[in-house]
């Protein structure tokens, strides 16, 4: 009863403050109230989280929505990011309707659209129905459109064009292999519950394995379009560089996870009706190298700032995806890295927004010096990037490592050296990038920035503690708890 | 059941045929006619379907898709052209007469498809799935081969029909809800869209891409 309660608590705080903002008169506190909503949100899926733990079940609301460890796990995600990046969005506009770059009128639209978006992402995590979870991923992007869009980029206009064309052509796909994970679960009886991924997971000895195998193609394609897997990842970049810089915190710390957790819940199905023959984990596999190899190919030649970090999010989804692909560790490793990589990626673009205010520019061959110039975010931005590079001892290269390992305990050492190949190339040149905003000569501030407010510091500190401290230990509780949510993937967790 | 079973094929051919059409076509408005009449005949699958369990939700669905696919969404479309004064496509990547050479061999590589990867076993008829089939590679070759966003739009809408029409012969009947989010995703996939249009055309005085390329890499 109490998780049902919380559930509903969610969507009712959220659809209360899309309706608050509507009404709201000032425009110029309007972004309180996301920041208010979120901070509800997340005290609530604690809450969740310990009602869950108290229950064994995990199916609610007569089976409509599933409720796991790895739900959890996503639900908690996104919850957090969207805290953290609400109360950095209060600073971030303020500075930004100081210097009259923003219309007042935007932030009503902006908070509105933030709210249903956040909605929307619970919905597909929640969804126990696979038809449910297709139309709320389709209308994340929707949603999500506008939130590009903003008069202070010229260019968002047609980053929102090839996002909103780009991911409606994966969505459709991924309707496809909705319908045909339904054609090939025929024999399973009831017309409803073939819809319902705890029915897939029960009956999957029935389920035709070769149309399975099609659609999981299907699945991992389209929805691999929204995760930013390569090669349909060419909207990212676009999208994240043109965007407010909380809308690119979400977008890649949150977004991209939340439609990668819809071909996680897909993979348990198909490998169970195949037999566990492994044939859906070597097309994640191929996928996850193809987006290592791109991310290494194009990282190097990167000049502006947020569509390097766009690229970082292509090369960190290729490392979840082929952590799946491995399947034991690597799953464990996989989800490992969605935790850092979501935390670790929103602290690279909350410092990215400030540095490109600070020095008016996003070109990073006009960046230098930013550790010493750019009080609090310079140097966040040097740490949060050591991280997402991958360098010991932080969780990025524990989460990698166990990645390797993975591969290196079932024998592929052809996949262990392509790996470290790629990791390599994409761990110098990022590194020379960050070297060169981070230190040399000062040079080129346009604009002095505000002070930081405590909150902001508040928010990287924590954020980095939690990086650095996953890096070297992982804490028993949290550690099982990803153990089960792995097992959800691994063996379908027994629903 | 001989003579829906002959309907069937006339309407399927004809879907087929719309494709044609929107690949020979440069005008925008004749495209949007054909996009039209795409949705409007296939609209009229379920109606066709080999004993339909459930008559008022197919009713219901065969009135909104018609109303949605036939009416709304092409009678927005034909006022956003108007709005933007362009009404054909210009300069193409690939010419009319090669597009549909292109067309109606992918059309004749989906009905061979069709009998080697034996998805008829599982549809409702073997039409249906070739027919959807032939109309996504339609549909993904109007978005990548075509300049201008209302033609990407026009080839979204086509791509999603060809969904529409595997929905139809795999899951026959989906619960209710799901087919309304489905039309509605659509529905409002198609404003935004057409929003976004305007916006471009205000800022760069067309609706081609060509001159909107400043984001690469």
Redesign the interface.
Known sequence: MLIEITIIGFFLALALGVAFCFWFPDPRSILRIPAAVSLVVFLLSLVTALGLLATGSRLFFARNVLLDQLALLHVILVNLVFLFTSVYATGYFKDKIRAGILDLSYLKRFCMLWLTFQGLLLLVILSNNIGVMWVALEATTLVSSFLIISDAEPLSIEAMWKYLMICSVGIVFAFMGTILTVAAAKNIQGQDSLFLFSQLLAHADLINPRLMLLAFIFIAVGFGTKAGLAPMHTWLPDAHSQAPTPVSAVFSGVMLNVAFYCIMRYLPVTEAALGGSGQARSILLLLGFLSLIFAAVFIPIQTDLKRFLAYCSVEHMGIIAVGLGLGGLGTFAALLHTVNHSFSKVLAFFSAGHIGDHYRTRDMRHISGAVSSLPLWGPVFFLSLLVLIGVAPFSVFMSEFLTVKAAFSQGRYLVVGLFLFCALAIFISSLKHVMGISFGGVKNIQASMGKARTIDWAIALVLLAGLLLLGVWIPAVFGAFLQNAAAAIEGGGGL | MAMKFNILAWVSLSIVVCNLYLLATSRLSGMIRGVAAQGFLMSLLPLLLPNPAEKAHMFLLVFLSVAIKGVIIPRYLYQAIREVRELREVNPAVGYSLSVIYGILVSAFAFYLLGK???SS??VSPFHAATAIAT?FIG?FL?VARQN?VS?IIG?LV??N??FI??IS??A???L??EM??LL?ML??VF??VM?VN??YT?HDTISLRK?E??T?
Do not use: C, N
């Open positions: 990867i034996g998805l599982v549809t996504a993904i978005i966003v990407q979204y791509l999603e060809s969904g595997l929905g795999i899951a009947f989906q619960p809800f799901i989010g489905v995703d409002v996939g935004i869209m976004a916006h471009i800022e909107l400043r984001l890499r």
